[in-house]
């Protein structure tokens, strides 16, 4: 089978996106990171959907972003927001994330001989963050195809983005047909120990919204 990269965090994207990894028939390298992010019950998530949805492997990667901070995600002296979408670039925007998580990826899929990652990022019900846009990613990819061995011999990688410009509601009614057991996957910035969310924070109202949008029975796990 081909080999793939997919970067998968325990969430409702990411699960979605190793999904149709595999029904294009990729044997999936699944990659997961401790990055200090304060909802750490998306790692154990990303183990449950791993076995679940039969990924060659799953690795955890830890890089400790907590060391910088600067954003809610990371540092427990900022508070997540809970008063819905605003305008701007939200503080749960974790600098650099994406491209560190990217750079990863493009290593390990060097090493493995794999021309292809999968990531879930999307642009149509997200947060507002920079490094989730169509240009961005083409832009990565186009950097990845520069910068390593298997680019310049002719063995490019291609950066695949299956769920950039679909809605929550499309994403849910896709993952649903390929037989996901969502209630496997955590989403919410302050989830507790347990992976149960809170319910009011940006992650956990758009993926809310995105059941209800779905007409799919939100099998979330609440804290309340």
């Given at each position: 089978?081909?080999?793939?990269?997919?970067?998968?965090?325990?969430?409702?994207?990411?699960?979605?996106?190793?999904?149709?990894?595999?029904?294009?028939?990729?044997?999936?390298?699944?990659?997961?990171?401790?990055?200090?992010?304060?909802?750490?019950?998306?790692?154990?998530?990303?183990?449950?959907?791993?076995?679940?949805?039969?990924?060659?492997?799953?690795?955890?990667?830890?890089?400790?972003l907590a060391q910088f901070g600067?954003?809610?995600?990371?540092?427990?002296?900022?508070?997540?927001?809970?008063?819905?979408?605003?305008?701007?670039?939200?503080?749960?925007?974790?600098?650099?994330?994406?491209?560190?998580?990217?750079?990863?990826?493009?290593?390990?899929?060097?090493?493995?001989?794999?021309?292809?990652?999968?990531?879930?990022?999307?642009?149509?019900?997200?947060?507002?963050?920079?490094?989730?846009?169509?240009?961005?990613?083409?832009?990565?990819?186009?950097?990845?195809?520069?910068?390593?061995?298997?680019?310049?011999?002719?063995?490019?990688?291609?950066?695949?983005?299956?769920?950039?410009?679909?809605?929550?509601?499309?994403?849910?009614?896709?993952?649903?047909?390929?037989?996901?057991?969502?209630?496997?996957?955590?989403?919410?910035?302050?989830?507790?120990?347990?992976?149960?969310?809170?319910?009011?924070?940006?992650?956990?109202?758009?993926?809310?919204?995105?059941?209800?949008?779905?007409?799919?029975?939100?099998?979330?796990?609440?804290?309340?």
């Amino acid at each position: 089978m081909k080999k793939a990269v997919v970067l998968l965090s325990g969430g409702l994207d990411s699960a979605t996106c190793l999904a149709l990894a595999r029904q294009e028939g990729f044997a999936a390298h699944c990659l997961s990171f401790d990055y200090g992010q304060r909802h750490r019950a998306e790692l154990a998530a990303a183990q449950r959907v791993a076995a679940a949805l039969g990924a060659a492997e799953q690795r955890v990667i830890d890089f400790g972003l907590a060391q910088f901070g600067g954003s809610a995600l990371t540092d427990t002296n900022l508070a997540i927001p809970t008063d819905g979408a605003q305008t701007g670039i939200p503080i749960t925007y974790v600098p650099a994330r994406n491209t560190i998580m990217l750079s990863l990826a493009l290593a390990w899929a060097e090493v493995l001989g794999s021309r292809d990652i999968f990531v879930g990022v999307n642009a149509v019900d997200y947060s507002g963050y920079p490094d989730c846009r169509p240009e961005y990613i083409a832009a990565f990819e186009t950097m990845a195809n520069l910068a390593t061995k298997a680019g310049v011999e002719g063995r490019g990688v291609r950066i695949h983005a299956p769920l950039i410009a679909l809605s929550k509601a499309d994403i849910i009614t896709q993952g649903v047909q390929l037989g996901i057991d969502y209630s496997l996957t955590v989403s919410c910035y302050q989830a507790d120990n347990a992976g149960r969310a809170c319910g009011v924070c940006d992650s956990c109202r758009l993926r809310a919204a995105g059941f209800a949008a779905a007409g799919i029975s939100d099998p979330t796990h609440y804290q309340c």
